[in-house]
DNA sequence: TCACTCGAAATTATAGGACTAATGGAGCGG
DNA sequence: CCGCTCCATTAGTCCTATAATTTCGAGTGA
């Protein structure tokens, strides 16, 4: 299959758009069974030249997703290698091989992550950030009002927060968090009328402006939390 | 300069030589002020062709750390889009660009991740992962009674416990715990004679190994608010 | 029979040239 | 002054040739 053919968007080039079309086939599991073809092969295969092949082998490789070495051939690294903090991989993951049980891991990862991003927000966040926390939340309460936009807007609110850490590394799970709460969106709108409590959001908004780090940590764990316990319903609901 | 003549480790090959070369200068922030080589310009002055250039830029594009345009050229992206949890870019960071500010926000980091790990550890780990935990600890009484070794101990007790959580996020910071505890030994070592504490981290086996997941959230964030503590302390003393 | 060496084959790694495509800007015409 | 066209620049793509690396097996000698 020509990469150009392929319905979806397919990328800016034809590398990224082999990226996407073999990072895809991986994560999926479409080379667990069989051994993963050769640079000559996929050049064949998908109708573009070694090169091209190459440069998006090397990507996969970045990634931690491949391996390659002369006479062994490329091979598909164990998913405990994979870069699961690179959005293209996480998005793979989410779309193609979505599970409860990947949501479920990941809202525990939450769990550590928000809470205590909301207290370093209320410590070091600058005017502008609280500014763009309550930007946030204010949309939520006009999304609630129209039924539009909530989850866009709920998805600005807790990277607000995230980007008021002032931390790089609590900044990094900006595209991570916004990434998994899109592609979730299926899940989560199964459950018709359920949507993310304006007041405990507000409570998080409260506690940073007033500095208090404790209580923002608390309200935002309460928000955390109860995402996971809709999911360990819905787990054990089948 | 030619990349075999480099004196320290160039990795595999050309690509990923020229991949360690560029991703420090990078990071170090060589092209803050001079605008990035062209494809062209990077072959030349490391003497090799442009198919390993490009694979190399390629990587780093992987990485977050460039983007490419036709016209345009190669250009660094900000630091805000670089990705921070692959473990090249966070050894660049740390081994090239260190600084107490850098070690303290990942610390942060570790006050959110590493507790909630422990505390996920008690819940869900099975017996050959607590064993793991156990011959970490085990370990670290071995290198305190020789002096020898207390550091790769160190590093093997916190991986077992996120390894042991059972959450493929959590594990994930495996490697990016590893990297950074390693290459802040020359900051940790000038505290003579200040090891990791023992009774701490048996605190944390024991929670686990009762399967006690608050008491090992507790154990846990007091080890690594010793060593924010100790951070906070030297950057007071400057 | 066993171990060891060495050659051949497979596959990635490297080099380099030719051409294409996209894009930004200069210059030209209205 | 505006807008269009054309040109220069740079990454993108394709191709071919050769080198380097590593596995596997054939052969060889004890």
Redesign the pocket.
Known sequence: MAIEERGDSAG??????MLEVLGRAIVTGAYETERF????EL?VEH??????T??A??MLTAKGLLT???????TVQPSSSWNLFDTDVLRWLLERKFSLELLRQFSELRIAIEPEAAALAAREADAAAVAEIRSGYERMEAAEATGQDTLEADIGFHVAVLNASANPFYMQFRDVVATALRTSIRFTNRFKGRTASLPAHHRVLAAIEAGDGGAARTAMAAIIADVMAMIEDSERAG
């Open positions: 800016r080039n034809l590398t990224f758009g073809p050769t640079e000559a050049a109708m573009v030249s070694r090169s091209v190459r440069e082998v090397k390659a070495r002369p006479r062994k051939g490329t």
